[in-house]
């Protein structure tokens, strides 16, 4: 595990957002969001995505769990040295919210390992200065 900068597992996921106006319904308090996740292995190994843990949360402290398997319908092997990036979307209840989480990966041996998403923020344009 060499060059793991976030945590010990040897995976560093990044993340970036987009408030999706168009898809938003401030009037009925539904915002869309779009979020690109980037995984990347520090590992000396391949290892795949088997399934993702997330926790959704709003300004209200609306709380919504989602567990699934892979990400967008996807078990990616993802190579020493390599990335996995994809885009998926979720609706909350306020203008500013957050999501956490963690995949649960798999090592060629059969080994799982859980790899945490860390937390990052949901919010329409000019919310957080």
């Not at 996921?13 to 999706?20: A, G, N, V």
């Not at 993702?52 to 078990?75: A, M, P, Y």
């Not at 990036?85 to 500013?96: D, F, K, L, N, P």
Request: some cysteine; aromatic content about 8%; proline content about 6%.
């Amino acid at each position: 595990m060499s060059n793991a900068p976030d945590n010990e597992c040897g995976i560093e996921i990044s993340t970036r957002t987009k408030y999706l106006e168009l898809q938003s319904e401030p009037a009925k308090n539904s915002y869309a969001f779009s979020y690109t996740i980037t995984i990347l292995n520090h590992r000396d190994e391949p290892v795949r995505l088997l399934n993702r843990h997330w926790v959704i949360t709003d300004q209200n402290n609306k709380v919504e769990e989602v567990n699934g398997k892979g990400v967008v319908g996807q078990q990616p092997v993802i190579q020493p040295g390599e990335s996995f990036e994809y885009s998926s979307g979720t609706i909350i209840g306020s203008e500013i919210g957050d999501m956490r989480g963690s995949y649960t990966m798999e090592t060629a041996n059969g080994t799982q390992f859980e790899a945490p998403i860390p937390l990052f923020v949901l919010a329409i344009p000019n919310m957080i200065h």
